[in-house]
């Protein structure tokens, strides 16, 4: 007499073999993510990654302030060396027209430059000091950072001009903040009045 229940190769019957099948697709329809579930967690990434980019960001600005602080620090000691063996400071008709106020950010250059070669000894902006050295510069503080290049401008770390003004200096009346010289960097502002994210030595 043949036996009526039916087994599979595994030895259940087919009624067991339905019931496991139902089973596990209960299961497995359970343990899936639901749309919204996947949208709130991506939402979630999203939030966070935003908040990472934004701390990164802050302490980008943060350690190029840092740098730019340090900078004019140091070249306001080279500036004092300068004066200690030359009894003034470096000043000729370029820097003494730079106005603190203006706002074209183009005009730092040629003051910077004049700063360059006063400090570093370079007359002919090929990185060759000819002179002594009172400043020595790095490749990543010259504009262009191609060393192929003739130096245009001393770079500050958010990579706009140090501007240099001796207008004070050159006429009390005249805008200005020092009597002796001015140093700056914009940071990541602008130039012109508005320095209230300008890195200064006054």
């Keep these: 007499m043949t036996n009526s229940r039916m087994t599979n190769d595994e030895g259940m019957t087919k009624r067991e073999c339905s019931s496991f099948v139902i089973r596990h697709s209960s299961f497995r329809a359970a343990?899936?993510?639901t749309l919204v579930e996947l949208l709130v967690v991506m939402v979630i990434i999203l939030i966070l990654a935003?908040?990472?980019l934004a701390t990164s960001s802050y302490v980008q600005k943060k350690g190029k302030r840092s740098r730019a602080e340090a900078e004019i620090a140091a070249i306001s000691a080279a500036l004092?060396?300068?004066?200690?063996?030359n009894g003034v400071y470096p000043r000729d008709g370029?820097?003494?027209?730079?106005?603190?106020?203006?706002t074209t950010l183009s005009n730092y250059e040629a003051p910077s430059l004049k700063l360059y070669e006063y400090l570093s000894g370079d007359s002919d902006n090929n990185r060759a000091a000819e002179t002594k050295t009172y400043f020595p510069f790095k490749p990543t503080q010259l504009s262009p950072q191609d060393q192929t290049q003739a130096v245009t401008s001393i770079r500050d770390p958010f990579g706009n001009p140090y501007a240099y003004s001796?207008?004070?200096?050159?006429?009390?009346?005249?805008?200005?903040?020092?009597?002796?010289?001015?140093?700056?960097s914009i940071g990541d502002g602008a130039p012109g009045t508005n320095q209230t994210k300008w890195?200064?030595?006054w």
């Design 50 to 52: 935003g908040l990472i």
């Design 80 to 85: 004092e060396n300068y004066k200690a063996d």
């Design 199 to 201: 890195i200064k030595n």
């Design 94 to 102: 370029v820097t003494d027209n730079l106005d603190v106020t203006t």
């Design 31 to 33: 343990s899936a993510f």
């Design 166 to 184: 001796t207008m004070k200096a050159s006429d009390p009346t005249k805008n200005g903040f020092n009597p002796t010289f001015d140093l700056w």
